[in-house]
Structure formats: C-alpha cells, structure tokens
C-alpha cells in the first residue's frame, strides 16, 4: 500500500505570521514535525505542501521534498489535495491514502501516524480518519484553539466545534475530546472533497471536517495516548518547547 504524508505550511498564518520557521530547540518548528512524520515505518513518502519559498527552501536543505501550491486555499486539505496532484504526476505513482499532518504539531510522535492509519488499512470502508486526545484542563476546554469532537457509540464524530461542546457539566472531560490534527484521507476521497463546495457549519467553525460531515459521510476517529500541544499563537512556543526539553532529558 502507497502511503504519503503530506505536511501543508505557510508564513501567512493571521494568528501567528511565519510561524512555520518558528525556532523550538534551536530548530524550525517545520523541521520537527518533517523529521518526527518521517520517522513513521507505515509511509512511503514524506512532503511539505507550502507557498513560501522560505519554507521550500529550507526542508530541501535538510534533504527533504517540498513542492509550491498556490498560496489562495483556505483550508490545509485544499492545499494537500494540489500537492498530491502535482507529486503523483511528476512520480508517476498513484498513493493510496493521503495524511495530512498540520505544520504546527511540533510534538507528533511517529507512532500516532501509526496508530490512525492502522484502522484505515484494515478496514476499506473508512473514507477519512483523525486522532483525538484527552482534554486536560477547563482552560484547554475553553480555548477555541483548541478543535473539541463529540462522537458517537461507534467512535464516528458527530460535530467538531471551537467552543465548547457539549454543555458544561459534571462529565464534560469525559464526553468531550480534542482534535488532533493527523488525518488520512483515502485518495479519491480527498480528490471528492476538495471539489464539494464548502459547507456553512465548516465555515462557521473553521473546521474542515465539517465539511464531511455535513455532507453525510463518516468521520473515524481515533484515540491517542500521546499528549501533544499545537503551536497556535506565539505564547504557545514557550510551553510546547519546554515540553520537548522535558520528554528529551
């Protein structure tokens, strides 16, 4: 089975302008997440999807592939689809399933790769796959940087939100968990998805996901043990940074 992770980076981000080449530990957060994606035994093969050539340049310096995407999608899954386009043409190699692994998850383990895209290689119905972890902290609940996912008896997401969901209750860390943003599409599957037009609720909460689930199909998701914080706003380098210090001593 053709596996290919595809990591989509930009320097424009609103929240937090270049922050792709964010130093943590001395590295570009781009480099750890490259390197940690790369590291993965179930893949073929590892790209940076950007529109910068600063972040090109610099994965190719470290000996990794990178390729330009235009710099007008909106969503990350948009800007994957372009990348898989353009590599299986230049490869002349069709992949099988596609993972996106968010520029900003400096903290990935190779093994929660592994751990979302065993569920989808054992069992061909699954379109599209996410990790989801616990969450922590009422602060974390209530952080609209962080994505929340409630699901139903089979594991299959029933709504991502920003804000809180669902009500504030005695077993809200119980019912409630977090996206993590590692996510295998099927090939064809986010070919499809690229070409639905974007749906309200996915507009509304920023989610792509949404955009399946509003369309009918399934969202799998899949727990993680790994405890991992993204980079969402500069504050963010400190604590992510001073994690990594600690699981590398």
């Known amino acids: 089975m053709n596996i290919v992770a595809i990591i989509p980076a930009r320097m424009g981000s609103s929240r937090f302008p270049g922050k792709p080449m964010a130093k943590i530990l001395n590295k570009p957060m781009i480099g750890h997440v490259y390197e940690r994606v790369k590291q993965c035994q179930l893949l073929t093969d590892v790209i940076v999807a950007t529109c ?9 310096s470290i000996g990794g592939k990178a390729v330009m995407t235009s710099d007008q ?17 230049e490869c002349k190699l069709q992949y099988d399933i596609v993972v996106m692994v968010q520029g900003d998850e400096p903290m990935t383990h190779p093994e929660m790769v592994s751990e979302v895209l065993r569920p989808m290689m054992n069992n061909e119905k699954i379109l599209v796959a996410n990790l989801i972890g616990n969450i922590r902290s009422v602060e974390e609940f209530h952080d609209r940087n962080c994505i929340k996912v409630v699901c139903d008896q089979e594991d299959n997401a029933l709504y991502f939100s920003r804000e809180p969901i669902p009500t504030h209750g ?41 955009r399946v689930l509003e369309y009918g199909y399934k969202v799998k998701m899949v727990p993680t043990s790994y405890h991992t914080y993204p980079v969402d706003i500069p504050d963010d380098l400190k604590r992510v940074e001073s994690l990594m210090k600690k699981k590398s001593a």
């Open 52 to 60: 910068d050539n600063e972040i090109k340049d610099y994965i190719e």
């Open 170 to 210: 005695e077993k809200w860390n119980q019912l409630a968990k977090k996206q993590v943003c590692i996510i295998p599409f099927r090939r064809d599957f986010l070919l499809q998805y690229t070409n639905m037009a974007p749906t309200p609720l996915e507009i509304a909460e920023s989610v792509d996901m949404m």
């Open 73 to 89: 999608h909106e969503r990350a899954s948009d800007r994957c689809a372009e990348a898989l386009t353009y590599i299986e043409k």
